[in-house]
């Protein structure tokens, strides 16, 4: 029995991750010329077709849709076995893809990144920021942040920590509309929506007694992005549901504050996602772990702000400086 053509499946599986042989090529050290016959190589060894290939576009076939996922893990497979097995590999090499949501990671996850790149100059990240679900799998991402409420998966998902939202307003907007005592009054309010919640046109309230309120907010602004919504909120536009890691710095100024402190949405968290299959890489672990600790220890991650209702001026939150979180 023939032995697999180990080199022609990992280098499909970078082709499939990059969606370009010239990239894949600088990502290998190889030539373009390389790349194109261990694809053709193996597509004349499977009988079939691994991409449409145009002069503009390279897309995947079925019987390349149908092998990435394997391939891929493969070639990670293959990474790790060597850098587990060599001298090197406390100072792991290469790329790592990483997805984050928009607003945590401009706030979060960047200001992260040039301490961890300095400590491994070996590495190199790519940085995809997206309020939308990414696929992991078919993006060829390593590696992804992501706030929700999950539902099972087949992706590897390691949880850093509580997200805690609350529904917030300005001072402007209470004083001239009143409010709301109960979930149910915000039928009276203006509401600015985010359109990436699970459902977005209902709103579910948790009181401490696990009491449940839904609503269905109606307002005159919706965005795909959280952060969107700050300047109408700030301007008194209406009121919104937004994650305490975005409301540093209003709740303190008095810019914005907390309504209904006595409900809260549901719970939801950060979780840290990797595709399936082991081992890992080492450069895929290494940011990782470098992740979760620093992000599973942010103040933000321990409890609700100790802000009260209306009182902006006492039990401040401190400010990010003195946090030191960045």
Same mark, same amino acid.
């Given at each position: 029995?023939?032995?697999?053509?180990?080199?022609?499946?990992?280098?499909?599986?970078?082709?499939?991750?990059?969606?370009?042989?010239?990239?894949?090529?600088?990502?290998?050290?190889? @030539?373009?010329?390389?790349?194109?016959?261990?694809?053709? %190589?193996?597509?004349?060894?499977?009988?079939?077709?691994?991409?449409?290939?145009?002069?503009?576009?390279?897309?995947?076939?079925?019987?390349?849709?149908?092998?990435? /996922?394997?391939?891929?893990?493969?070639?990670?497979?293959?990474?790790?076995?060597?850098?587990?097995?060599?001298?090197?590999?406390?100072?792991?090499?290469?790329?790592? %893809?990483?997805?984050?949501?928009?607003?945590?990671?401009?706030?979060?996850?960047?200001?992260?990144?040039?301490?961890?790149?300095?400590?491994?100059?070996?590495?190199?990240?790519?940085?995809?920021?997206?309020?939308?679900?990414?696929?992991?799998?078919?993006?060829?991402?390593?590696?992804?942040?992501?706030?929700?409420?999950?539902?099972?998966?087949? !992706?590897?998902?390691?949880?850093?920590?509580?997200?805690?939202?609350?529904?917030?307003?300005?001072?402007?907007?209470?004083?001239?509309?009143?409010? =709301?005592?109960?979930?149910?009054?915000?039928?009276?309010?203006?509401?600015?929506?985010?359109?990436? !919640?699970?459902?977005?046109? *209902?709103? %579910?309230?948790?009181?401490?007694?696990?009491?449940?309120? #839904?609503?269905?907010?109606?307002? =005159?602004?919706?965005?795909?992005?959280?952060?969107?919504?700050?300047?109408?909120?700030?301007?008194?536009?209406?009121?919104?549901?937004?994650?305490?890691?975005?409301?540093?710095?209003?709740?303190?100024?008095?810019?914005? /504050?907390? #309504?209904?402190?006595?409900?809260?949405?549901?719970?939801?968290?950060?979780?840290?996602?990797?595709?399936?299959?082991?081992?890992?890489?080492?450069?895929?672990?290494?940011?990782?772990?470098?992740?979760? *600790?620093?992000?599973?220890?942010?103040?933000?991650?321990?409890?609700?702000?100790?802000?009260?209702?209306?009182?902006?001026?006492?039990?401040?939150?401190? @400010?990010?400086?003195?946090?030191?979180?960045?």
């Amino acid at each position: 029995m023939k032995l697999p053509d180990f080199e022609a499946w990992a280098v499909f599986a970078k082709v499939a991750e990059t969606g370009s042989f010239g990239q894949a090529a600088r990502d290998l050290g190889v @030539s373009p010329g390389t790349v194109s016959k261990a694809v053709s %190589r193996l597509e004349a060894r499977i009988g079939a077709r691994l991409f449409h290939r145009t002069s503009r576009k390279l897309a995947l076939t079925e019987s390349g849709l149908a092998a990435r /996922e394997s391939a891929a893990r493969l070639l990670a497979e293959g990474e790790a076995a060597e850098t587990q097995a060599s001298d090197g590999a406390a100072a792991p090499r290469g790329r790592v %893809r990483l997805a984050a949501p928009m607003s945590f990671g401009v706030l979060h996850v960047a200001p992260l990144l040039p301490g961890f790149l300095a400590a491994h100059p070996g590495l190199t990240i790519d940085l995809h920021l997206s309020d939308a679900l990414v696929d992991l799998v078919g993006g060829g991402f390593d590696l992804a942040l992501r706030i929700a409420a999950l539902a099972d998966s087949s !992706l590897r998902t390691r949880r850093l920590c509580t997200v805690h939202r609350s529904l917030v307003g300005a001072p402007a907007y209470l004083a001239a509309r009143g409010r =709301p005592d109960h979930p149910h009054d915000l039928a009276r309010h203006a509401c600015l929506g985010y359109a990436y !919640l699970p459902t977005p046109d *209902r709103w %579910r309230f948790i009181a401490p007694d696990g009491t449940e309120a #839904v609503v269905s907010p109606g307002g =005159p602004l919706r965005a795909n992005n959280a952060d969107a919504l700050t300047p109408a909120l700030r301007a008194g536009l209406g009121l919104a549901v937004q994650p305490d890691f975005m409301l540093w710095d209003d709740l303190e100024a008095g810019r914005l /504050e907390r #309504v209904l402190p006595g409900w809260s949405p549901p719970p939801i968290a950060l979780h840290l996602m990797t595709p399936p299959g082991d081992p890992r890489p080492a450069r895929v672990t290494a940011l990782a772990d470098y992740l979760a *600790r620093a992000l599973s220890a942010a103040p933000w991650a321990q409890s609700p702000f100790p802000m009260t209702e209306g009182s902006p001026d006492t039990a401040r939150v401190p @400010s990010p400086e003195r946090r030191g979180t960045g």
